[in-house]
């Protein structure tokens, strides 16, 4: 079945970075749209990079433009996402998402599996 395990996270001050990873396994890797959301406590779950299986194009939610950076290596099977200058407000539980042969979406519900999440607390 399909399994995605995110790592990476941690406890950061702000301004620091990180990379998140997920490793994807029991799916053809490069045919998945690959997303990464976020949850914080209290909040919804909130987009923040989609990376097209077929483009490769990019999209990001406007809090972390120019701050995050979604890549992916199909040879490993894993999506990453780079954070730079991250902030308190980036504080939260970080989920990777698929969606097979579909287009990017910023929409949790558009995904069909999803990771167990890696916190990531930035610290002020």
């Known amino acids: 079945q399909v399994q995605l395990v995110e790592s990476g996270g941690g406890l950061v001050q702000a301004g620091d970075s990180l990379r998140l990873s997920c490793a994807a396994s029991g799916l053809t890797f490069s045919r998945y749209t690959m997303g990464w959301f976020r949850q914080a406590p209290g909040k919804d779950r909130e987009f923040v990079a989609a990376?097209?299986?077929?483009?490769?194009?990019?999209y990001y939610g406007d809090s972390v433009k120019g701050r995050f950076t979604i890549s992916r290596d199909n040879a490993k099977n894993t999506v990453y996402l780079q954070m730079n200058s991250l902030q308190p407000e980036d504080t939260a539980v970080y989920y990777c998402?698929?969606?097979?042969?579909?287009?990017?979406?910023?929409?949790?519900?558009?995904?069909?599996?999803w990771g167990q999440g890696t916190q990531v607390t930035v610290s002020s």
């Open positions: 998402a698929a969606r097979y042969m579909s287009p990017a979406s910023m929409s949790y519900a558009d995904y069909t599996n």
């Open positions: 990376m097209s299986w077929r483009t490769g194009s990019t």
